[in-house]
């Protein structure tokens, strides 16, 4: 069975001469984007690194990342994505967690890594992606001098661990989640499949390579399939991102909800995006009005892809289905089983709402690293439980309503934070909103909104109130309503409610 590390072995052997990697000036073929790695999997045995020992890189996007990530797998080590926004104690957090023998920066993560570097224990051995070598640490390309070109005699087992994935640690310090070999390759055939994508695409990967939307949706899948995979650098730029698929003849892309609201107010304006025929798009909730411009502004055919760290990539709602279902999130992948069930376990009937919960078998994690107390809590009688709650369509549809842990009860009526975030998210004055609950003596629980207004627009709590009355069940209605600069989010991004909710509930139970 394959591993990872011959993904970039095959294609190279099927197009050696073909491009697989552009970043700016910059291309790399196959066959030179394979000898790198395998010369990168020597010099990495040669620091006494093996199978099951793991490897963490903290970098911005960049073509050694991709050296990195084949490197690793061919040496049967284990990867461990690192989020570049972290800051020093939470680099330091998941240093100590996953225990990497080698950590490869990028020189623009140095100075994180020296401020963290003393709480590290142990320190592992650090090598730079580019530049000059840090202190006491290689320089990659020292590693890689004088290697052979050809792959390292590594026999390694599909079953074993591949990489550890960093959950986004809303509730709390991000959990390690250990995936096999095997489970990615189901994902990569999955989005290739599923997503429509083929050996001549133009695959634009602006989503961070920390992130499994970058590396395990776009990147690895485009490699395997010997298609050509445009990197991005840091930060999403919408100029950036049009230019690129104008120059590059992009016809393939994932962009996050986030990412297309500023691209739908940006506007296409003089940048030819008439390469591009498949949108992806998932991640976040997306809402009705930034779909519909998004849908407006790219002639290409619109997938939404649902999953999760632990379960994988699970779900898509393909092109087809979006003229009648767009607000769906979509139906479970060709190898990959989904149940939405009740309190009980029980199958929820068409237009109930129950918990999504995920087949291990398929393309599930192998468990949290070094955490059985969490893998046992999520994993039952083989299944993953989400803690997403969603409401059954019919036809093998269904629709995501909000996390289990953000359920508002109030009264004895179920309220879901996300239908209300929906109905803000259109008012004309409101840039970003979240909704949560707080106590209430009577009815138990409240809704709660934190508003970021847009710049230069001016709105008053009775209006949200009274807008939110006027399109909502009056029980749904905000009794709060907070305004702020900005919602507080975690280092991908995801708004971390609990930190909106702790001051309510300071001394009492929810």
Not at 78 to 94: H, I, K, Q
Not at 272 to 297: H, N, Q
Not at 451 to 474: D, P, S
Not at 482 to 487: D, I, K, V
Request: with cysteine; glycine share 10%.
């Amino acid at each position: 069975m394959l591993v990872l590390g011959d993904l970039t072995r095959l294609a190279a052997r099927r197009w050696p001469g073909k491009t697989a990697l552009v970043m700016g000036e910059t291309r790399i073929s196959y066959a030179e984007l394979e000898q790198r790695a395998n010369r990168l999997a020597h010099g990495l045995m040669a620091q006494g690194l093996g199978p099951g020992d793991r490897v963490a890189i903290l970098a911005v996007n960049c073509l050694e990342y991709a050296e990195v990530v084949s490197a690793v797998a061919k040496c049967g080590a284990v990867l461990v994505p690192l989020n570049f926004r972290y800051r020093a104690g939470e680099l330091s957090y998941v240093i100590n967690d996953a225990g990497p023998r080698a950590l490869c920066a990028g020189p623009e993560m140095l100075p994180l890594v020296e401020e963290a570097r003393a709480a590290f224990a142990p320190p592992p051995a650090l090598v730079s992606l580019a530049g000059p070598a840090p202190a006491g640490g290689l320089m990659l390309e020292q590693v890689k001098a004088g290697r052979p070109p050809g792959p390292p005699a590594v026999e390694v087992d599909p079953a074993a661990p591949a990489m550890i994935m960093y959950t986004s640690g809303t509730t709390g310090f991000p959990k390690g989640v250990l995936y096999s070999h095997t489970a990615f390759l189901g994902v990569y055939h999955a989005m290739i499949l599923e997503g429509d994508m083929r050996h001549d695409d133009v695959v634009q990967v602006a989503m961070p390579l920390f992130h499994n939307g970058g590396l395990n949706a776009l990147l690895e899948p485009a490699l395997m399939l010997g298609a050509t995979a445009v990197i991005m650098a840091k930060g999403f730029d919408p100029e950036a991102i049009l230019e690129g698929v104008a120059r590059h003849r992009v016809t393939l892309t994932m962009w996050v909800p986030t990412m297309l609201a500023m691209l739908a107010l940006k506007g296409v304006g003089s940048h030819d995006a008439s390469s591009l025929r498949k949108l992806w798009y998932g991640s976040s909730p997306i809402t009705a009005p930034v779909l519909a411009a998004a849908r407006r502004m790219f002639d290409a055919g619109f997938y939404q892809w649902y999953g999760q760290t632990e379960t994988g990539m699970t779900s898509v709602l393909r092109p087809e289905d979006h003229a009648e279902r767009s607000q769906c999130t979509g139906r479970e992948l060709y190898n990959a089983e989904l149940r939405i069930v009740d309190e009980a376990g029980r199958d929820v009937p068409a237009g109930g709402v129950g918990e999504i919960i995920s087949a291990r078998r398929f393309q599930g994690m192998i468990g949290y690293w070094k955490n059985e107390a969490a893998t046992r809590e999520v994993t039952r009688e083989g299944w993953i439980h989400t803690g997403d709650l969603a409401r059954v369509e019919g036809d093998g549809y269904f629709t995501v309503i909000d996390r289990k842990r953000d359920l508002i009860i109030s009264g004895g009526e179920n309220i879901y934070p996300k239908e209300i975030e929906e109905v803000l998210a259109t008012h004309p004055a409101v840039a970003e909103a979240t909704v949560f609950g707080i106590p209430d003596d009577i009815y138990g629980e409240s809704v709660a909104a934190a508003v970021v207004k847009k710049e230069g627009h001016q709105v008053e709590e009775e209006e949200i109130v009274a807008y939110c009355a006027a399109r909502l069940a009056g029980y749904k209605k905000p009794r709060r309503v907070e305004f702020l600069p900005e919602l507080p989010k975690n280092a991908t991004g995801k708004v971390t409610k609990h930190v909106l909710r702790a001051p309510f509930w300071q001394g009492r139970a929810r």
